[in-house]
């Protein structure tokens, strides 16, 4: 079953991918490190506004 520490390490490879410029996997993982935060750590294992910005500021790069 999946834990809080998997949203931290999904959350991770967000940022990895989206630094590597993978822009569509980095919003994917991001979206999931979300879910997994909400149901299993009752949202606060990660920061969540810092997702919201970095999935913001993905769509806005890609005009979606």
């Known amino acids: ?3 809080t ?3 931290k390490s999904v959350l991770a490879q967000a940022i990895a991918m989206e630094k590597a410029g993978n822009a569509d996997q980095a919003l994917s993982l991001y979206q ?3 879910e997994l935060d909400a149901v299993y750590a009752d949202g ?3 920061d969540r506004g810092m ?3 970095r999935i913001g500021a993905i ?3 890609a005009g979606k």
């Open 1 to 3: 079953p999946a834990t």
């Open 5 to 7: 520490q998997d949203a």
């Open 32 to 34: 999931r490190a979300l």
């Open 44 to 46: 606060k294992s990660i």
């Open 51 to 53: 997702v919201y910005d």
């Open 59 to 61: 769509r806005a790069a």
